[in-house]
């Protein structure tokens, strides 16, 4: 990351490790990445998803998010697999996306009255 272009506006190079971040971390302010992030104490979920880079961004970079994005978009279409602070998963501050599988119920997993889906 040092020969990266630290400027705000540019895609972040993606500098923490999933492994020892919590659910609350995210990365610097967007607009000063030289400033972190404040808690979730000092401003709202909503304000920080705003204002700081997502935590995603923060782990691998902007550029790789954008393709891996996608790479799950096409791999699993249904979200049926999401793991804390990976890729799709939405912060525990807020709750989880709409939709997909996340919300489905047992019966549509397994592929409803007819038994498991094919």
């Known amino acids: 990351w040092r020969d990266m272009d630290l400027t705000a506006g540019s ?5 923490n490790c999933h492994n020892h971040a919590s659910n609350e971390n995210m990365g610097p302010l967007k607009e000063d990445w030289s400033r972190p992030c404040p ?8 304000e920080r998803e705003e204002k700081c880079v997502s935590q995603a961004e923060s782990f691998w970079g902007t550029a790789n998010v954008a393709r891996l994005e ?5 791999v699993d279409p249904d979200e049926l697999f999401i793991c804390n602070a990976g890729i799709g998963a939405s912060s525990p501050f807020i709750g989880h996306k709409e939709g997909g599988a996340a919300n489905a119920t047992a019966k ?7 038994g498991p889906a094919t």
């Open 39 to 46: 808690g979730i104490l000092e401003m709202s979920q909503e």
């Open 11 to 15: 895609d972040f190079p993606g500098i």
């Open 70 to 74: 996608e790479i799950k978009r096409v």
């Open 108 to 114: 549509e997993v397994e592929g409803g009255e007819g």
